[in-house]
Structures are given as structure tokens and as C-alpha cells.
Nanobody, 116 residues
Framework: QVQLVESGGGLVQPGGSLRLSCAAS????????MSWYRQAPGKERELVAG????????NYADSVKGRFTISRDNAKNALYLQMNNLKPEDTAVYYC?????????WGQGTQVTVSS
């Protein structure tokens, strides 16, 4: 079955960096676009970044452009989100998603907290 497992979240000071990972299994990872979403307390879940199946095309929410980088390693069935210059408003639970891989699948999420 499809499984998506995020890791790499934590507590970081403003201006700091984190790298999130999403380990994928149960489907042909290299065939599908992937994305990262986040949900802050009291807010709706929002798209952070997306990447096509080969990694050659990416898109970002305006709020993270220039600070976050999405990437993937199809040989390792892994999706990444490099987050730099983190701000308190980036605090949220971050999820990876495979929207079209034989269904709509989400990971369990990883908490990112940006605070001094």
C-alpha cells in the first residue's frame, strides 16, 4: 500500500534552516508528481511546493519563494523540502502528498516550529 513518511521537523530559531524528508513506498515514485503542504493552527491546509515526476519543474507558494526548495531523489524514493531563512509564520505541520498515485495520499505530517 502507498505510504508516505515525513521526518526532519523540529524547533528552530527565526532565520534558521531545516530539511524535511518524505520517504515513499508502495508505488512507482518516479512516475508521479509530489508536493508539500502545511497547516498552521486555526488555518486551512495550504500548498507549499510541488515538483513533477522527474524533478525538472517546480512551483512554490509566494510566501516561500526564494527561501524553500523542493527536490526529489527517484533512486531513493525520497522527496525533500529545504527550508531556509525560516520565519515564525512558517510554523505548521508539514505534509507530503501524492495526489494522483492511484488515489490521494498524505503522510502523517511533521511539526515545524519557528520561535526564539
Amino acid at each position: 500500500q502507498v505510504q508516505l513518511v515525513e521526518s526532519g521537523g523540529g524547533l528552530v530559531q527565526p532565520g534558521g534552516s531545516l530539511r524535511l524528508s518524505c520517504a515513499a513506498s508502495g508505488f512507482i515514485f518516479s512516475a508521479y508528481a509530489m508536493s508539500w503542504y502545511r497547516q498552521a493552527p486555526g488555518k486551512e491546509r495550504e500548498l507549499v511546493a510541488g515538483i513533477n515526476s522527474r524533478g525538472g519543474s517546480t512551483n512554490y507558494a509566494d510566501s516561500v519563494k526564494g527561501r524553500f526548495t523542493i527536490s526529489r531523489d527517484n533512486a531513493k524514493n525520497a522527496l525533500y523540502l529545504q527550508m531556509n531563512n525560516l520565519k515564525p509564520e512558517d510554523t505548521a505541520v508539514y505534509y507530503c502528498r501524492c495526489q494522483y498515485c492511484l488515489g490521494d495520499y498524505w503522510g502523517q505530517g511533521t511539526q515545524v516550529t519557528v520561535s526564539s
